[in-house]
């Protein structure tokens, strides 16, 4: 996926955790939003093309991958499904 489709699906997502290293970030719903150069500092790689793993959840963009990150993340998904 090159740069600019990168850029159109982080432009889609409202809330976003980001695996960076020990840490997951987490931008929008009571977080800071994510901007322009966070999309493509931790979207982006640096050939111009989409970083992956990629999780798109509705509204939600998770990137990178651990278990206890997916495990949390489908956790509440399943949650808010069962709520509606």
């Given at each position: 996926?090159?740069?600019?489709a990168?850029?159109e699906?982080?432009?889609?997502?409202a809330?976003?955790?980001?695996k960076?290293?020990a840490?997951?970030?987490r931008?929008?719903?009571?977080?800071p939003?994510l901007?322009?150069?966070?999309?493509?500092?931790?979207l982006?790689h640096?050939?111009?093309?989409?970083?992956?793993p990629?999780?798109?959840?509705?509204?939600l963009?998770?990137?990178g991958?651990?278990?206890?990150?997916y495990?949390e993340?489908?956790t509440?998904?399943t949650?808010?499904?069962?709520?509606?």
């Amino acid at each position: 996926m090159p740069r600019a489709a990168a850029l159109e699906l982080a432009a889609r997502g409202a809330r976003f955790l980001v695996k960076a290293g020990a840490a997951t970030l987490r931008f929008g719903a009571g977080h800071p939003p994510l901007s322009r150069g966070d999309a493509e500092r931790h979207l982006v790689h640096e050939d111009g093309f989409l970083r992956v793993p990629v999780l798109v959840l509705g509204d939600l963009i998770v990137r990178g991958y651990t278990e206890e990150l997916y495990r949390e993340v489908l956790t509440q998904w399943t949650q808010e499904g069962a709520r509606k």
